[in-house]
């Protein structure tokens, strides 16, 4: 049975760190691609940071890029999202998603696996 959990979100202030992590059993890490999403209040789904299977080639989007950082560690089955410098925009559910393929996806119903999320929240 695969399963996907993610951990590591709280409150921070502006300008802080959090490192999100994602383990998963179940299924052999190093042969998924693995991409973090994220929904902030009364907005949909996006797509934030993605590692490939292939290289561990990493994706960023534009609104994270030079202050996420994505990593993986096979031999504990887990990927870390290293979140710096925080913004309130930044305020959302992450979401950890596997897809059984070397390319990275913006598309929801390309990823298999998901977890159940893990809040993050910009301290006012």
């Known amino acids: 049975q695969v399963q996907v959990v993610e951990s590591g979100g709280g409150l921070v202030q502006p300008g802080g760190s959090l490192r999100l992590s994602c383990a998963a059993s179940?299924?052999?890490?190093?042969?998924?691609?693995i991409e973090w999403f994220r929904q902030a209040p009364g907005k949909k789904r996006e797509g934030v940071s993605c590692?490939?299977?292939?290289?561990?080639?990493?994706y960023y989007a534009d609104s994270v890029k030079g202050r996420f950082t994505l990593s993986r560690d096979n031999a504990k089955r887990t990927v870390y999202l290293q979140m710096s410098s925080l913004r309130s925009e930044d305020t959302a559910v992450y979401y950890c998603?596997?897809?059984?393929?070397?390319?990275?996806?913006?598309?929801?119903?390309?990823?298999?696996?998901w977890g159940q999320g893990t809040r993050v929240t910009g301290a006012s």
């Open positions: 998603a596997t897809r059984n393929d070397q390319d990275c996806s913006d598309s929801e119903g390309d990823y298999t696996y």
């Open positions: 590692i490939s299977s292939v290289d561990d080639y990493t």
């Open positions: 179940g299924l052999p890490l190093d042969a998924y691609t």
